[in-house]
């Protein structure tokens, strides 16, 4: 099945992977509306009043993707309040809120959150980063059992690898992942269309998955 005419709210969305997403989604003939902090619908997920106006602003909400985060770079115990707010407490949240909105109105929809590949294998330095996003999976995966069966609203989450689109760029740049090639780890660096095709499958009404982490990385977490 198609996504065409499905109401798809992308929060924080005008990045790269959000916008090569709702590129993909817009050709598919779905009705998006893109949610950042500076473009599109303006929200800040990690406000309570915010969370609510943006989901008020949806008429008829089918799909939520999250791809709100922050790097949390700076000392640990600076990094990690923002952290919590912004790459658990918030996309948590509004996804919860999302999820009742979408029982109440007997809607049968889909939630994509997004990890990363830190919160999955284990990378020196990232306890700030890696640690909120590994609870944003785990809580991910709890409001999905809790939305399974007869509800039969979809909660997923995708952790990307090294794309060549928004966080990662810089680091790209800095030559950090040049030894994933090097070694033969990777074949090429994720693009961001490979994101954006994920969150359609995971989007589309008849799919059958619920609870899950995918991996969009090339193998690095292998």
Do not use: W
């Not at 999820?99 to 306890?127: C, D, H, N, W, Y």
């Amino acid at each position: 099945m198609s996504v065409r005419e499905l109401e798809i709210l992308l929060v924080g969305g005008a990045g790269g992977l959000g916008s090569a997403t709702a590129d993909l989604l817009n050709q598919e003939g779905a009705r998006v509306v893109i949610s950042s902090r500076r473009h599109g619908t303006r929200a800040d997920i990690t406000n309570a009043a915010d969370r609510k106006q943006l989901l008020d602003s949806v008429s008829n909400l089918y799909g939520l993707v999250v791809f709100a985060g922050d790097p949390a770079r700076g000392p640990i115990d600076e990094a990690m309040p923002r952290s919590h707010a912004v790459n658990y407490e918030g996309p948590i949240l509004l996804a919860r809120e999302a999820a009742e909105r979408m029982r109440a109105r007997g809607t049968k929809g889909a939630i994509v959150l997004f990890g990363t590949m830190q919160a999955v294998v284990l990378f020196p330095g990232s306890t700030a980063y890696a640690g909120q996003k590994a609870a944003l999976i785990h809580a991910g995966r709890i409001l999905a059992k809790e939305c399974r069966g007869p509800a039969d609203i979809r909660v997923n989450v995708i952790a990307p690898g090294v794309i060549r689109a928004g966080m990662a760029e810089p680091s790209i740049a800095s030559g950090k992942y040049d030894r994933y090639l090097a070694e033969g780890v990777i074949s090429r660096y994720g693009k961001a269309i490979d994101v954006a095709r994920a969150v359609r499958f995971l989007l589309e009404p008849d799919n059958y998955i619920t609870g899950q982490v995918l991996c969009v990385d090339g193998g690095i977490t292998l």
